[in-house]
């Protein structure tokens, strides 16, 4: 009786086990479908986005999915009319494994082949910020965990206009981005977090470092860029669209530098155009009034070129607050009639701002700040806000 009572409770015990095991296979051969399912029902329910996802494969063994086939579009509230905004082939959400040596638990994106198309058209600030808030709930419902690393591969990003004449349809391409420590994972300095890409425009190449803390409420970075060799003859429906002549020959270089803390920034772009040519042959046919407007910007640009480098080139310092730009104009024209007349600015980056020179910056401000108040010094905003009281206190007498 005893080795019968052993046998049953070994059969029900195999019969539990297997029970279970097919249950856990169903559930493991279900869940990509029922994961499809409500993400599709998700990205339809969003109000002023509208999306689609072809496919998702599971990997419970390393913590990951894979959304394959996405696309994102706008949506406009009234007419229902769709524009296309995102999409990519593969994202790969995880969980970042090494950060669990830290006792981290957090996630990582990967993004094949994402395209992003920025189009312009007539927003309403509110509707942006509809937009920014569904997109961000989107997200947080992908990847539940804080992401402390995301990478994009073999990216696209446009710029799109379809109501200019000529319509504009400009791109980057082959662009990668790496960043990494976002949740400050590894916290030992003030910028804890990098971000490095790059991408190839129109026969030049883009380079893009930041560091940042992405953990404080307002931006806190510092970064520098450059955009090189960009030949200028492919990007002539830009120039045609917004300010009417179009180009022959020539090339750009973009430099920057910005750093920013406590809600304020310092930096400049330094923009260079080498070899230059407005009017050519190929404009024989255009108006007496376009080829009049393109002389005109054509020998504007040698009247400000650089003899010896066939430059022309500027710098333009920013600074301020985020709400507030100071873009120092006076300063611009004076280093392009140095460059001109003088000696021909350096393409390179300057290597001039980082957080300590927007430390600099600040403590000028506030030292301008004290000095107005020693000598009753006021700006021109602050005299007219002073005026208008005195008007209402006069009124209400």
Not at 40 to 65: C, M, P, Q, V
Request: zero cysteines; charged letters at 30%; proline letters at 3%.
């Amino acid at each position: 009786m005893k080795k019968v009572t052993k046998a049953r409770i070994f059969k029900k015990r195999n019969i539990i086990i297997a029970m279970i095991i097919i249950v856990l296979v169903a559930i493991r051969i279900a869940l990509p479908y029922v994961a499809l399912h409500y993400a599709n029902k998700s990205l339809a329910n969003l109000k002023s986005l509208y999306g689609h996802i072809e496919d998702i494969d599971i990997a419970l063994y390393r913590g990951a999915y894979k959304i394959k086939g996405i696309y994102i579009n706008k949506k406009d509230s009234v007419s229902g009319k769709q524009t296309k905004f995102f999409k990519s082939d593969i994202i790969d959400l995880s969980v970042e494994w090494s950060a669990l040596f830290k006792k981290r638990l957090v996630g990582e994106l990967v993004f094949d082949r994402p395209l992003l198309i920025f189009t312009k058209d007539k927003t309403e600030p509110k509707d942006i910020q509809k937009d920014s808030s569904d997109w961000k709930s989107l997200l947080d419902g992908f990847m539940p965990l804080k992401v402390n690393r995301f990478e994009i591969k073999e990216g696209i990003i446009k710029y799109v206009d379809q109501n200019s004449k000529p319509a504009v349809d400009i791109q980057m391409d082959n662009t990668y981005v790496l960043a990494q420590n976002l949740s400050s994972v590894v916290d030992s300095t003030l910028l804890p977090s990098t971000v490095f890409a790059t991408s190839n425009v129109y026969g030049g190449r883009l380079q893009f470092n930041m560091k940042l803390n992405a953990l404080k409420d307002q931006p806190t970075f510092d970064l520098n860029a450059d955009l090189k060799n960009v030949q200028l003859v492919k990007l002539n429906e830009f120039f045609q669209a917004y300010a009417n002549f179009d180009v022959n020959k020539g090339t750009m270089e973009l430099y920057t530098e910005i750093a920013a803390k406590g809600g304020q920034f310092v930096g400049y772009v330094k923009p260079i155009i080498k070899n230059l040519d407005v009017l050519g042959k190929e404009d024989r046919k255009d108006s007496f009034w376009q080829k009049a407007w393109e002389s005109l910007v054509g020998t504007t640009a040698v009247i400000v070129r650089n003899p010896t480098k066939k430059q022309v080139a500027t710098k333009l310092p920013l600074s301020g607050s985020f709400d507030k730009t100071k873009i120092n104009t006076w300063y611009a024209i004076i280093v392009l009639l140095r460059n001109a007349f003088i000696k021909a600015l350096q393409p390179a980056i300057d290597a001039e701002i980082n957080i300590q020179s927007l430390n600099k910056e600040i403590e000028d401000e506030k030292k301008k700040g004290f000095l107005k108040k020693v000598f009753n010094g006021k700006s021109k905003e602050e005299k007219k806000e002073e005026k208008s009281k005195r008007q209402e206190e006069r009124k209400n007498k």
